[in-house]
């Protein structure tokens, strides 16, 4: 089966572990931190073996035949996604059959005097059950007319998005986006899937499933693609709100949150802007490279993520019909930024640029430039390649008001300001 998966898929060129940029090191020192702290992981450049990864633009119908414009992407796109969902994410349910949105807060004088909040209430009802999560969204006041939002999909406790400001993290700096004139969003994960293995189907998988108990199909969706789900319910409202420009949304994750950005982004065409902030394994990093956490480990720490399906692939990540830059070329021609951290070799920072850089050739078909092998850059030194960014910043694992500025900077690039 695995065999012939991948050869419906293509094959690019061999790369190999040895390949290495004229920018970023990774720190030996944390290089010996990490494998002390887990071992048994490879975290060497001299560690990572030759691989192939499939090509992107090679058509399972007819066999063979290479994509080489924008239109023929068209048909080579579906293909790609249904492998994605058949094994790697699962298959995700569309809106459900009744879906509402209550403003239950509405404060133009958030942030003293410099925003709006509101705060919204997603209904879903779905086969006589319901479900609900929460919205909350801040506009800038100085800026008329519409306006480009910056969606997260936080992983970490409500705090951190508290939309009374009590508590202002920098996981989510959202006077500083306000002040930029961007608006920023925030639902939380746990509200449409618990992040438990034992519980993930409490939320709105119960809602479309009617249980939370008993077999389910190998290719059915986990918490990563519930998580994306609730992000296309707050587009769904984002295009109801006559100050958001639905055209311009991005949205952002951090971690496994950045895991299911990308997804989202990919299910969905309506994100002009996809965000992954260090998402490394079943993210952005390239699986093949065996480098930091593995298909294996993630699957075993992590299996309610993941359609069943994806732990077949536990070490036997050159049998998969996807890597993970297929994932990223799936956006195309759409926007994507990529960012990864010095200190998080867990998450592979070159993996993930690399993951980016081989996505170049879905992206050159709307006349982007080549992002080049070798030339993951310097850290926090951003690169942008048209509609692509990507940077490396000093520090652990985290999402910080660093790498929302930069994000906030792509956002000019496009002229969303």
Known sequence: MFGSLLAAAGLCLPLSGDAQSAGWRANPEIVRKASEQQPGFNYDESGVASYMLPDPLVL??????KVRTAEEWALRRPAILELFRENVYGRSQGRPERLRFEVVQED??????????????????????????????????????????????????TENTDPTRAVQSGFWPAERLVARGYGIAALHNAELAPDDKDRYRNGVIELFEGTTSGPRPANAWGALAAWAWGASRAMDYFETDSRVDGGRVAVVGHSRGGKAALWAGAEDERFALVISNESGEGGAALSRRNFGETVARINEAFPHWFAGNYR???????????????????VAPRALYVASADA????????????????????????????????????????????????????????????WDRFAEFADTLRWK
Not at 60 to 65: A, F, L, Q, R
Not at 146 to 154: D, G, S, T
Not at 392 to 401: E, I
């Open 108 to 157: 133009s004088t958030a942030m003293s005097g410099a925003a709006t909040l509101k705060r919204v209430v997603v209904h879903s009802s779905h086969g006589g059950r319901s479900h609900q999560f929460g919205l909350t969204l801040f506009l800038p006041n100085a800026r008329q007319g519409r306006v480009p939002v910056f969606l997260l999909i936080n992983n970490r406790p």
């Open 312 to 330: 077949a692939f536990a070490g036997r990540e050159q049998e998969m019909p996807t890597d993970q830059h297929m994932l990223l070329a799936l």
């Open 344 to 403: 998080d070799l867990w998450s592979d920072p070159r993996g993930e640029y690399l993951a980016l850089a081989n996505a170049s050739p879905v992206f050159e078909l709307w006349g982007d430039p080549t992002m080049s092998m070798d030339g993951m850059p310097g850290l926090d030194t951003p690169v942008v390649i048209r509609r692509r960014g990507y940077h490396v910043r000093t520090g652990a694992h985290n999402l910080t008001p660093f790498d």
């Open 60 to 65: 399972s119908h007819p066999p063979g035949k």
